[in-house]
């Protein structure tokens, strides 16, 4: 896998794109607060393809799941984004998160997707062989945020061009 850091740090990166997709959406609610359920959603689902092979209830923590497999499932993961996402719009308060836990997997397994172990995308583990587990990591961290930043950036130029506005009928 990816470092546990990294996971960490594009599962941040995640929780930023949902929140912003809620809010292009419109269905971020009163206060944000779908926003902030996909945003904390999102954080938990980006490590969550690890967290949940892992027997937590058991002494010796042993793996329950075999390592990359039934929890890095890609279809099963894009389809409760894509299913998530379309849903968004009834605005119910656990659809964001879903859509934010969701985008934090899709985002974990696109982390992992590199390393020789790979993904089972559809059935069998496929990998992208670039490089080894925990080598750049700072790439994949700096790729989430570009990619975070490139679809947020909308919701910040609306809102400058909305302060320039204001600030012009101000000094006016
Ligand atoms: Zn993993």
């Known amino acids: 896998m990816a470092s546990n850091s990294a996971h960490h740090a594009t599962g941040w990166a995640a929780g930023l794109i949902a929140a912003a997709l809620v809010a292009q959406v419109g269905a971020a609610g009163p206060w944000h607060l779908g926003s902030v359920a996909a945003f904390v959603a999102a954080v938990a689902g980006g490590t ?3 967290w949940m092979e892992v027997a937590w209830w058991s002494r010796g923590r042993r793996l329950w799941i075999t390592h990359r497999t039934a929890t890095h499932w890609g279809l099963g993961w894009i389809a409760a984004l894509v299913f998530a996402y379309g849903s968004l ?10 859509f934010g836990f969701a985008c934090g997997g899709v985002m974990h397994l696109l982390a992992d997707w590199p390393n020789p172990l790979g993904v089972p995308w559809i059935w069998k583990r496929h990998s992208l062989n670039w490089w080894k587990s925990g080598r750049c990591d700072l790439l994949v961290v700096a790729l989430a945020w570009g990619a975070a930043c490139w679809i947020a950036s909308p919701l910040w130029v609306a809102r400058v061009e909305r302060l320039a506005q204001w600030l012009h009928t101000v000094v006016r």
């Open 89 to 98: 719009h009834h605005s119910k308060p656990y659809t964001a998160a879903v």
């Open 48 to 50: 969550a393809p690890d």
